[in-house]
């Protein structure tokens, strides 16, 4: 069954799913700052568009465009600047 998300008054929107490789989400972006907190860890791909991330213990932000993944260990924060209109595919560990 999909499960339909939404955060930060509707500026982030995902797609949860879960197959046989296992549990995703598929999402969108409009322009601003966002945090995000973990539960597992997760593996997210930039599909469109770019973001700056702070990745938990970095001192520098680092951009991520079309085709870049990144990984956020469980139970960390991430903060998120996005400057354009970006999707991604997050997957759960």
Not at 7 to 28: I, L, M, P, R, W
Not at 61 to 90: H, M, P, R
Request: glycine residues 8%; negative net charge.
């Amino acid at each position: 069954m999909l499960k339909i998300n939404q955060y930060f008054d509707g500026k982030v929107a995902s797609v949860a799913f879960h197959n046989e490789q296992g549990t995703a989400t598929v999402g969108v972006m409009d322009i601003g700052e966002y945090e995000f907190g973990t539960s597992q860890i997760e593996y997210m791909t930039v599909i469109s568009g770019a973001m700056k991330v702070l990745l938990p213990e970095a001192t520098e932000w680092k951009k991520f465009c079309q085709g870049d993944t990144f990984t956020v260990q469980a139970n960390q924060k991430f903060k998120l600047i996005v400057e354009q209109q970006s999707a991604y595919c997050c997957f759960y560990v």
